[in-house]
């Protein structure tokens, strides 16, 4: 009489048994109620549920993203800081606003101005949508002016485009740490958008075909 | 197709703005197309639907919290970065989900001085307080963390997430006799271990996995 191991009863689980393996299922009560047990099992891995993600995986998922420059958000640098900061965060953003303007409008050609950022905005709601657009024109138009230029000028001094990277990401978290010190200061916050920028013209020119793989 | 451009027009951020508002009502192939543009928010509603799926399959594939959470993040950067490459010719969720499969296992394979995980049985697993249903839940995730990387892997992939034999062997490099091999033996060692954890004094017919 043939023997039905445990490995050959899960491979059961699957599919039919045939007229002997039936026969024997029949004859073997025991192998039978082991069967069921494993298409049990089987069943209920199916019915496995998903699982949330541990709290605060998005934040860092978002970050991830916007410094490989394949997002912007609203959430941005500026919004991010505490909620007291209110209308200092906007005054802040104004500032960066201003001070890139001319190279928006150097690289974009387009009529942008202060005028056109505060037309229209009468709530908080307003104002920091307003920012959030403006800051991101501001980064897109300055990290196309370091495209730019980079591509006019040799890197050399960076040659090496991981070091350059590894180099611009500790700027950005030092230039983060400052902002949480001092959030207002327009200079810190200008050096942390410029590097940021910056940070994401290096990324794009260092992602190639084969950094798409998956 | 080229990623999001530097340099947007104004308009097309103000555009966005209108778009926030409406996000609700969007569809998939929209938010999508949005995602693949660089919206943030696009990509977060993509994130707040998928997130739980992706992190269960690599969270079962790895075994572990704290790399799962590094390899959902990791399957997330990957799939945002591909996202123009997406055609639509399978479904986003099935294409997202292979992605996270694939960094699992890459990032699995690339870890290679990772230690062999024991873990005791946690008293949660025989907590009288639990429904059945939660209490199987939690039995079969522990079952599953014990089992070797090789039979784990085609067990999740194949029990849980219903891939093919054939897909399995292309996903881990091997023949499809080999998954089916490493699944059955995955599953009579699965089936060893909750018997060894069930409870002897558990009423006739209320065993963990019946129905």
Redesign the interface.
Known sequence: MEHMN???L??L?DREPTAEERNLLERHPEWARELE??K???????A???????RG??Q???A???S?G??????NVMLSLPLSAGWTRVAAALLLFVGGTATGMA??G?P?GAN?LTAGIETLGDAE?AVA?SE??YL??L??YR?LQSSAADLRPFSDSGERAAALDMLVQAGQNALQRAPDDPFINLFLVSTLAEQR?TS?RT?SPR??W? | MG??R?????AE??V??AT?ITRDGMTEAQLIRQ?SD????A??AL??RY??????VV??IAAD?DQA?DY??EA???????LP?FRGDARFSTWLH??AV??ALQALRKAETRGKRERPLPESLSAPTLSKDAL??RR??WA?DQLPDGMRQV?ILH??E?YTHEEIGELLGVTSGTS??Q???A??K??DL?KDIREPRMEPGA?A???
């Open positions: 445990l490995e050959w899960a491979e689980a047990e494993l049990e099992q089987t069943e209920a891995l199916g496995l549920p998903s699982l949330r993600p541990p995986d998005w860092a998922v978002e991830r993203l916007m490989e394949l997002i912007r958000t609203r959430r690289v974009s387009g942008m056109d949508r657009v991101q024109q897109n138009a990290v196309r495209e013209a794009r992602i950094d798409n998956f | 990623r999001r530097a340099g947007n027009p104004p951020d103000r966005q703005l926030y995602a660089g919206d943030g928010q990509v977060r994130y707040e997130a739980p799926r992706v992190y269960a969270r079962r919290d959470q959902a993040q997330w950067i990957r799939a945002i970065r591909a490459t292979r992605i694939n960094a199987l839940q079969l995730e599953l067990i029990d849980v219903g089916k091999s699944l059955f033996k599953r009579v699965m089936r909750l065993e996995w019946s129905t």
